[in-house]
């Protein structure tokens, strides 16, 4: 294969992240979730009842991407939002029983989707990969002046 015919680097990463957004999406459409809302349950599980603003700065979404996945997630019955008691400006996100019962089969989900990402590969060729990927990621933070420039 010559140069002409290999994919950049970024090309290849560009196609991995679609097809993995795409898989992520089967998958969380099959338990009746939209994509990004198993990462909402998932941070929430070990985050009860904090503020959106704050799901947003640890999942790297915008604030405006947060509030429409949690107004659509409290139609759906997944979660509920609640005044602060100390401060009632701030509204609270709180998992419902319906979303606390989702929680092995998310988190099965995500077993799945790494499997289906790395199965093809050794353990020393995963580490390999992990290694070199977060890398690419610092490097990518440096040249960009840290998170959310296209983190989002």
């Known amino acids: 294969m010559g140069d002409a015919d290999r994919p950049t680097v970024g090309h290849l990463?560009?196609?991995?992240?679609?097809?993995?957004?795409?898989?992520?999406?089967?998958?969380?459409?099959?338990?009746?979730l939209?994509?990004?809302?198993?990462?909402?349950?998932?941070?929430?599980?070990?985050?009860?009842?904090?503020?959106?603003?704050?799901?947003?700065?640890a999942l790297r979404i915008s604030p405006a991407t947060v509030t429409n996945m949690i107004k659509r997630m409290e139609r759906g019955g997944w979660i509920e939002r609640r005044p602060d008691p100390e401060d009632q400006r701030v509204l609270r996100v709180h998992l419902t029983d319906k979303a606390r019962s989702l929680k092995e089969e998310v988190r099965a989900s995500f077993r799945?989707?790494?499997?289906?990402?790395?199965?093809?590969?050794?353990?020393?060729?995963?580490?390999?990969?992990?290694?070199?990927?977060?890398?690419?990621?610092?490097?990518?933070?440096?040249?960009?002046?840290?998170?959310?420039?296209?983190?989002?």
């Open 13 to 32: 990463l560009s196609r991995i992240c679609r097809l993995t957004r795409g898989r992520l999406r089967v998958k969380m459409e099959a338990i009746g």
């Open 112 to 152: 799945e989707l790494e499997e289906e990402i790395t199965g093809v590969l050794t353990e020393e060729e995963e580490e390999a990969l992990l290694f070199i990927l977060a890398k690419v990621h610092s490097r990518l933070l440096e040249v960009s002046g840290g998170p959310g420039e296209g983190e989002r």
């Open 34 to 57: 939209h994509r990004g809302q198993g990462l909402v349950l998932s941070y929430l599980w070990h985050n009860d009842g904090i503020p959106s603003a704050d799901i947003a700065r």
